[in-house]
């Protein structure tokens, strides 16, 4: 190990997306060297261009659903490339589908190339709409292979079982996160997601839409609390998903009707019917993160979202 080098070096696939942006500049502040691969199909370059004169940061356009070529050594490969709102799914259904098959298929034979340890970036969908709640990395799901969700839904849960396969098969040091909703800078507005939509309607002085009667729960975790749990879970001895959200429980409705106050506006509230399958119940047990991570989430919902709604009021601005 003496001439082992100093520096350690990660590639990040989907490093210009929302949660793969944070994680490049995560490694970068505790210098790490990383190399970024998004196909910007969803990921934005603005959300990197801050690192692009950095000397320990490199960015190529690459799709990882095709043959990934490397050039010299690698530490962790860290697969977060994926359209992970309903609308870009939806939009972009077979491209989901091969990122999370294909693209994992690659990944894992980068990092089994190159001695690597990797970590798949899973998903809270794997569990559907649930009928055990909280849940548990236990629980299997409750999923519609066949409907509109079912693009990125069986594309995460492929991509855990590959996953696997070559950590049993090839034994790959793998580590596989499921992440509950989370949210911060550099969502993109109107993204589909509850807290974009909400706020993007809001700012342009539109209804705010809540799909059902808004009873439906959700957890929101705030992005820099899941970029600690997923440090932690890359250094842990621990092969299984492990789930990272914040399980502090809110509906829809006491969502919105929070981002309301937050912004000061009375804008009312349109009711929509329910979309297909959405879940009803979405909140993660994390006990299994508190017990081997010793990790919990500490931003509380309130200031979270005051530094969210900072972030989406200037890009709201810039495009005034």
């Known amino acids: 190990m003496g001439s082992r080098k100093a520096f350690v070096r990660a590639v990040i696939t989907g490093g210009a997306g929302f949660l793969g942006s944070h994680l490049c500049d995560y490694l970068i502040e505790r ?13 934005v370059q603005s959300n990197i261009s801050h690192l692009l004169s950095h000397p320990r940061f490199r960015t190529v356009t690459q799709d990882v659903s095709r043959y990934i070529d490397v050039p010299g050594p690698v530490d962790y490969v860290l697969h977060f490339a994926s359209p992970a709102s309903p609308v870009d799914y939806v939009k972009f259904p077979i491209q989901t589908l091969k990122v999370g098959s294909l693209g994992t298929h690659n990944t894992l034979g980068l990092a089994l190339a190159k001695n690597a340890k990797y970590l798949l970036a899973s998903t809270s969908e794997c569990y559907g709409d649930p009928e055990v709640h909280p849940q548990p990395e236990s629980y299997w799901g409750h999923v519609n292979a066949i409907g509109p969700r079912g693009v990125y839904d069986e594309a995460k849960r492929f991509a855990e079982a590959i996953t696997m396969a070559y950590h049993r098969a090839h034994s790959v040091d793998t580590h596989i996160v499921r992440i509950f909703n989370t949210y911060g800078p550099r969502m993109r507005l109107n993204d589909g997601r509850a807290l974009p939509n909400f706020v993007h309607q809001a700012l342009s002085g539109q209804p705010i839409t809540v799909y059902g009667d808004g009873q439906q729960t959700r957890s929101f975790c705030y992005v820099s609390d899941l970029m600690e749990g997923i440090y932690r879970l890359m250094q842990a001895d621990e092969h299984e998903p492990v789930n990272l959200g914040n399980p502090q429980e809110i509906t829809i409705l006491e969502f919105a009707e929070h981002i309301r106050t937050l912004l000061g506006t009375n804008t009312p509230l ?11 119940q979405r909140c993660p047990d994390i006990s299994k993160a508190r017990r081997l991570l010793n990790w919990e989430p500490k931003v509380n919902l309130e200031d979270g979202l005051r530094l969210t709604l900072d972030f989406f009021r200037r890009q709201v601005a810039a495009t005034v």
């Open 31 to 43: 210098g790490w060297d990383v190399l970024c691969l998004d196909n910007l199909v969803t990921g």
């Open 270 to 280: 349109v009711f929509k019917p329910l979309p297909q399958d959405d879940p009803r």
